[in-house]
């Protein structure tokens, strides 16, 4: 079930624009917190990509979109979150992505 909750956030940032609204000053240990706070329980999979802003993530379709309703994850200089993941990876032919973010740490 690791990205369940988030598609579960997803939807609910989606729909409920009270709650989107206190998403968009959010930083990501905020995130998380105001995440866990509204029921939602994210694995360390989940967190380690909010803590670090999907960095190397080579592909995650969710990622600009929770940019956009994040927008704060979004580091200045960038257009979205796959942006700037992408340019952290080592090289554009990787298939695979770099850090393990299972650990939920940050990079």
């Known amino acids: 079930m690791t990205k369940s909750?988030?598609?579960?956030?997803?939807?609910?940032?989606?729909?409920?624009?009270?709650?989107?609204?206190?998403l968009s000053?959010?930083?990501?240990?905020?995130?998380?917190?105001?995440?866990h706070k509204q029921g939602f329980i994210f694995?360390?999979?989940?967190k380690g990509r909010f803590l670090n802003r999907w960095k190397g993530v080579y592909f995650c379709p969710q990622a600009i979109e929770v940019g956009q309703l994040c927008p704060k994850l979004v580091p200045p200089g960038f257009k979205n979150l796959v942006h700037y993941a992408q340019s952290t990876c080592s090289s554009?032919?990787?298939?695979?992505?770099?850090?393990?973010?299972?650990?939920?740490?940050?990079?």
Do not use: M, V
């Not at 989606?14 to 206190?22: E, I, L, Q, T, V």
């Not at 554009?92 to 990079?107: A, C, M, P, T, V």
């Open 43 to 46: 694995s360390d999979e989940i």
């Open 25 to 35: 000053n959010l930083e990501p240990t905020e995130i998380i917190e105001f995440a």
């Open 5 to 22: 909750q988030l598609h579960a956030f997803i939807d609910r940032a989606r729909a409920d624009s009270d709650f989107r609204s206190k």
């Open 92 to 107: 554009s032919e990787l298939k695979s992505e770099e850090n393990d973010f299972r650990s939920g740490k940050i990079y």
